[in-house]
């Protein structure tokens, strides 16, 4: 168990800014909604004391704690603050309380499993295997019970398109649905500058409106399911079963509003053929070319660079693991893959004597789980000289891992 030190002065009126909101320091976000308190969004500082890891492992990385709960696999995994929300196939949300890891509260609902999940300001977004996205709150009578205030598409949006039969698209054979709905599970959501992105198995993507949860877009975006999603700068990053990940760009027209979106297609980075795209993640690293790393189910990991010319570039092609490549997880110039194997890939691109990167090495592999890794998350809090990484697993557990951030080649 990894013994943290909490720090007792927590600011209550400061929501925690995540990447995925842009809230001011009155508490107002981005598109003006004044934010309520969440007890998922306080502003605290974790200091480690001392830490007391379980079993085995190496200088660079230890295991410091295994947690049961969930009634199914281990889906999706998301940090908020001082808590760690977890997603299972079982269809329940837990919220779990650092330092200690103990259960918070626990809700859901729904006619599927839960396949992602992402937090925003005072609000949590969920999506479904039932293709529906739902809005959760912090109830105002009880700060640990949450109430389900929406379900995406709305009822006022739906209302308003479905008396137009332009506004009907056909999904399959006799069987219409209106543009706004998804067809099938919605697999991956994400969060920028107002707007959620949501990717699904019936191929396309669709893009909503925070302020008013009204579905802006929909995109045929790709020729096969879509497993991944990464928004950045504008920039929306899709992988796919058709083995590609594509590269969206958002535009703005003189007419439009500030949220209005219309998104055009600026890159298509090709892996390996009949293979699919699993995951997806953005290089974080400072003063280095934008970099995109894919996972595929042939247990590759793929790498492409933007060059000056805007043009994407294949610069990493390696066999990372055994069997498929599940998902992907960056924090500073540490790269994380997880796998169906059952293990943790720890990556970092060698420093070269002109202070520059170079090609991507292992330098660390993590086992414990005894399942498919599904899903992993690292938290930005720099604890004992490294970071905390969590792991979902379809064995139904939640670990967590401390890795160094000087971690180096341990002959792997």
């Known amino acids: 168990m990894c013994s943290i030190l909490r720090n007792p002065k927590r600011s209550l009126s400061t929501p925690l800014l995540y990447p995925s909101s842009s809230a001011s320091e009155s508490g107002s976000s981005s598109n003006g909604e004044v934010l309520e308190y969440n007890p998922l969004c306080l502003s605290t500082r974790f200091e480690i004391k001392d830490v007391k890891m379980l079993g085995g492992g190496s200088k660079s990385y230890k295991l410091l704690d295994v947690i049961s709960g969930h009634v199914g696999a281990i889906s999706c995994l ?21 330092p ?54 709305t009822t006022k ?21 209106l543009w706004i709905e998804h067809a099938d599970s919605i697999s991956c959501l994400a969060v920028e500058n107002g707007l959620i992105y949501s990717g699904s198995w019936d191929k396309t993507l669709k893009v909503w409106r925070l302020s008013d949860l009204r579905c802006l877009e929909s995109i045929k975006a790709h020729d096969d399911a879509i497993n991944g999603l990464i928004s950045r700068n504008g920039i929306v990053y899709s992988a796919s079963a058709d083995g590609k990940i594509k590269v969206w760009e958002r535009e703005r027209t003189k007419n439009s509003s500030s949220n209005s979106s219309l998104h055009r297609l600026e890159g298509v ?14 290089s974080e690293e400072i003063n280095e070319n934008e970099r995109v790393y894919g996972g595929e189910s042939d247990g590759y990991l793929m790498g492409w660079e933007k060059e000056k010319e805007r043009e994407w570039k294949l ?13 992907l997880s960056f924090m500073g110039d540490i790269l994380c893959s997880g796998s169906a194997d059952k293990s943790i890939c720890l990556w970092r691109r060698e420093l070269l004597n002109d202070g520059l990167r170079g090609e991507l090495c292992k330098v660390g592999v993590i086992r414990g789980h005894e399942g498919p890794i599904k899903c992993l998350q690292s938290s930005s809090n720099c604890v004992g000289g490294g970071f905390m990484l969590y792991s979902g697993s379809l064995d139904k557990s939640l670990r967590v891992w401390w890795v160094s951030k000087d971690i180096k080649d341990e002959q792997v």
């Open 157 to 177: 949006d739906y209302l308003g398109k479905c008396m137009k039969q332009s506004n009907y698209v056909q999904i399959r054979r006799h069987h219409k649905k």
């Open 269 to 282: 980075l090709e892996g390996h053929k009949d293979v699919s795209m699993n995951a997806i993640v953005v």
């Open 78 to 98: 998301a940090l908020c603050g001082e808590f760690v929300l977890s997603a299972s196939q079982g269809k329940d949300i837990i919220v779990w309380q650092q």
């Open 315 to 327: 610069v990493v092609e390696v066999k990372a693991h055994q069997l498929a490549v599940l998902c």
């Open 100 to 153: 200690d890891l103990k259960q918070f509260t626990k809700f859901g609902a729904g006619e599927g499993s839960v396949k992602a999940l992402v937090t925003v300001g005072n609000k949590i977004f969920t999506a479904h295997q039932d293709s529906r996205i739902r809005v959760w709150k912090v109830s105002r009578r009880s700060e640990n019970v949450f109430r389900l205030v929406d379900t995406l598409p």
